[in-house]
């Protein structure tokens, strides 16, 4: 199914979760010089104009993006990721948004590889556009010296697929986006299938994984079954920024699943996570979730996961908590005033189902 199209939602809260985590992912993997390989298995277009076309028909970044243009008090992954868009939009009006693959180009260094698929052939015709552009400004002006093979390849086509041929990379320093439109229940299946192949090739990878929190079951179960993954470690954190309408439609929260996460996330999730529900939340349905774990063999779970509901907000402080503990329990907060209650979109796993198909994104 091919209906999906990125620009609608460019700039939403869940772009904002997914690319402030992503971009701490790639510097993180910049601070050791063997090359990172970097594979985007559902890439898009790479860079969406706000004010025209598809994103400005819904203005979906009105409740991401557009909050923090203006802060001055951004934590400073926060900070990054926004001084990252503002390079994309030099005249200071924001205008541009870049999709996953622009953060990675200008994330990751010159000798870093991207990997970028994308099935829709009118988004990796833009995408494949748009970055013979970057390269062509980059090469002319000296910006990026000459390096072996192809720093970013774009290919049209499945990304659950492709995967498969990249791992594991030659440097065995990988990070791996995947970022499907589950506009289909299969999408769910597609990524644990193509997750447990892939930590079979390369089990030490990290793999982030972003999903919707929807009231549909494949959405509900995701996050479970991801946990019982063979991976060393898993982290899981969901941003609502509103409690959800009772037809079930609208985003009001997503999740990213980091499998193999780097130790620094953790406590960089729990100083931002705060700051970002008070500035993207709607409500008093406005929360996050933040979960780690260890992870497990398929149909058997390592080590049990601790699960504490409503932890009360001054937890929820930076460097609150146990990082490194060996069971460190799950937040659920709302900074804006209200513990998790049970069907609230903070405890997702109990949302019961509207009987409504609700929209992916
Ligand atoms: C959510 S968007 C990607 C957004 C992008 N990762 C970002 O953060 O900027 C999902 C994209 O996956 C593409 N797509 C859908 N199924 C695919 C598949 N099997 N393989 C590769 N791309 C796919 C869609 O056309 C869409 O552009």
């Not at 010296?145 to 192809?150: E, F, H, I, L, S």
């Not at 659920?332 to 979109?345: D, E």
Request: aromatic share 8%; hydrophobic share 35%; proline share 10%.
């Amino acid at each position: 199914m091919l209906s999906y199209r990125h620009a609608f939602h460019a700039g939403n809260h869940a772009d904002v979760l997914k690319h402030m985590i992503a971009i701490q992912l790639m510097r993180y993997f910049g601070q050791k010089e063997t090359p990172t390989m970097y594979i985007d298995t559902h890439a898009g277009a790479g860079i969406y104009a706000l004010d025209t076309g598809y994103a400005a028909k819904n203005a979906e970044y009105a409740n991401g993006i557009a909050k923090l243009w203006d802060r001055k008090d951004l934590p400073a992954p926060l900070k990054e990721y926004v001084d990252l868009v503002k390079a994309l939009n030099p005249s200071g009006k924001m205008r541009y948004y870049p999709g996953s693959p622009y953060c990675a180009d200008r994330a990751l260094r010159p000798q870093d590889r991207i990997r970028l698929f994308e099935l829709h052939p009118s988004d990796a015709k833009i995408l494949e556009d748009n970055f013979r552009k970057l390269e062509q400004g980059a090469a002319a002006s000296g910006q990026r010296p000459a390096v072996r093979g192809k720093r970013v390849m774009v290919e049209k086509g499945d990304g659950f697929t492709g995967l498969k041929a990249l791992l594991p990379p030659p440097s065995r320093r990988g990070l791996v986006l995947i970022d499907p439109p589950y506009e289909v229940k299969e999408d769910y299946r597609r990524v644990r299938d193509t997750l447990v192949d892939a930590l079979g090739r390369f089990p030490t990878g990290t793999y982030a994984v972003w999903y919707p929190v929807l009231q549909r079951m494949e959405s509900r179960q995701m996050p479970e079954k991801l946990m019982r993954l063979p991976a060393q470690d898993w982290l899981n954190v969901t941003l609502s920024i509103r409690t959800p309408t009772p037809d079930g439609f609208g985003l009001h929260s997503s999740g990213m699943f980091i499998l193999n996460p780097p130790w620094t996330l953790e406590p960089m999730l729990r100083e931002v996570l705060p700051y970002l529900v008070s500035a993207l939340g709607e409500d008093e349905g406005a929360s996050f979730t933040l979960e780690v774990g260890e992870g497990g063999t398929p149909g058997k779970v390592r080590q049990p996961m601790a699960r504490e509901v409503a932890a009360p907000m001054r937890d929820s402080r930076p460097g609150a908590g146990k990082a490194g503990s060996p069971q460190r329990p799950v937040q659920r907060t709302n900074p804006l005033g209200k513990a998790a209650r049970p069907g609230s979109p903070s405890a997702p796993r109990r949302t019961a189902g509207t009987g409504k198909p609700p929209r992916s994104r």
